[in-house]
């Protein structure tokens, strides 16, 4: 069935340091791929998506291209601040509901 | 911005009780979901719900639960004879049109905890 695979936390950044979580992707079709986020605390909330093939999503400087050659879906920033800090987790979206990975924490430190 | 919210935040209840979540999706949308997140482990998809039935459920969603949308705003998770290993984050989810291609937003969660 479709999965998910995310690269294993946690993962400690100095501030303005540059952060790429990968994220890799089994599934029949074409599949959406999303990218949630969740704060200490919070639910899950949507940061960005990708529905087609080399389709880039972003959303407050974070970046994600949808490779369909490397099944893949890495997250990207170019300069992490300490409210940054949480899990993010990828996921994907085909003939099934939701398929999450098991998550990334990230901790950002000053 | 539209939202999904969540009630309780927290629920704290015994071995064997009946215990309800609550949900209300955002008001446009047509597509319902509960998932849960057990504490370390990944978020896992248990029902989804369109046209006052269920669409698709999983493995996890067995007799004990059930899901509900008693008027036009609340959309409910039913645990009836909860057992420890239901403690879980439970998280409810909304979508707009179609099932296959609509971003599902989420709620911030109902904790459970079963003693």
């Known amino acids: 069935g479709d999965s998910v695979t995310q690269m294993e936390g946690p993962v400690t950044l100095s501030e303005e340091a540059f952060l790429t979580i990968n994220c890799t992707y089994t599934?029949?079709?074409?599949?959406?791929l999303f990218w949630y986020v969740q704060y200490p605390g919070e639910g899950l909330q949507l940061l960005l998506k990708a529905t087609k093939a080399d389709d880039k999503g972003s959303n407050k400087g974070f970046e994600a291209t949808y490779r369909k050659e490397t099944t893949s879906f890495h997250l990207e920033k170019g300069s992490v601040q300490v409210s940054d800090s949480a899990v993010y987790f990828c996921?994907?979206?085909?003939?099934?509901?939701?398929?999450f990975g098991k998550g990334t924490r990230l901790s950002v430190i000053a | 911005e539209p939202e999904v919210t969540q009630t309780p935040s927290h629920q704290v209840t015994q071995m064997g009780q009946e215990v309800i979540l609550r949900c209300v999706p955002i008001s446009n949308h047509l597509y319902f979901y509960w998932y849960r997140q057990i504490l370390g482990q990944k978020v896992e998809f248990l029902v989804s719900f369109y046209n006052n039935e269920i669409s698709e459920k999983s493995e996890i969603f067995d007799d004990q639960f059930s899901v509900e949308r008693p008027d036009g705003s609340n959309f409910t998770l039913k645990i009836r004879s909860t057992k420890l290993e239901d403690s879980a984050m439970y998280f409810c989810?909304?979508?707009?049109?179609?099932?296959?291609?609509?971003?599902?937003?989420f709620g911030p969660g109902t904790r459970l905890l079963v003693l």
């Open positions: 989810a909304s979508s707009g049109d179609s099932i296959q291609q609509e971003t599902q937003y």
């Open positions: 996921a994907l979206k085909g003939n099934t509901p939701l398929v």
């Open positions: 599934a029949t079709g074409y599949p959406s």
